[in-house]
């Protein structure tokens, strides 16, 4: 009778520990140049967008100049969206591509995963070299 109640409890503590862990919306500082990077839902995918970072509060106009597309050169760094497409949950999404204004390179094969509700790890590779960032959550 005693582990009924015990069991309960249990259930109820892994279902609340499991929604909370499901939640990387929100703003993440990033490794590097004390990035922001908001995380938000699109569609039934996770994509996020700078939002700060030190070369945006040098130059707030500074555009995407490394990109290998001569065409999107001109867009402004500042709520560039940096990844687009992951899928999956509640802790880990593959799928999508992400994208580094320092270098202008897309990777299409990667993965997000939450270490804990605070910590997230981002990778991105481009072909078989691969870079992973440990980010902490901000606000």
Excluded at 51 to 71: G, H, L, M
Excluded at 77 to 103: H, Q
Excluded at 120 to 136: A, D, S, Y
Aim: charged content about 25%; aromatic content about 8%; glycine content about 12%.
């Amino acid at each position: 009778m005693r582990l009924l109640p015990a069991l309960f409890v249990a259930s109820t503590l892994f279902t609340a520990t499991a929604a909370m862990a499901a939640d990387v919306t929100g703003l993440w500082a990033t490794e590097s140049d004390h990035g922001r990077v908001q995380i938000y839902k699109c569609g039934e995918a996770l994509c996020g967008k700078l939002v700060d970072a030190d070369q945006i509060r040098a130059n707030p106009e500074q555009t995407d100049f490394y990109n290998k597309n001569a065409s999107e050169r001109g867009r402004k760094v500042k709520g560039l969206v940096l990844f687009s497409g992951y899928r999956g949950g509640p802790d880990e999404w593959k799928g999508g591509k992400i994208y580094d204004p320092k270098t202008g390179d897309t990777g299409h094969t990667g993965k997000i995963k939450l270490l804990s509700s605070d910590r997230l790890e981002v990778k991105g590779c481009l072909g078989p070299i691969c870079r992973t960032q440990h980010w902490t959550r901000a606000g």
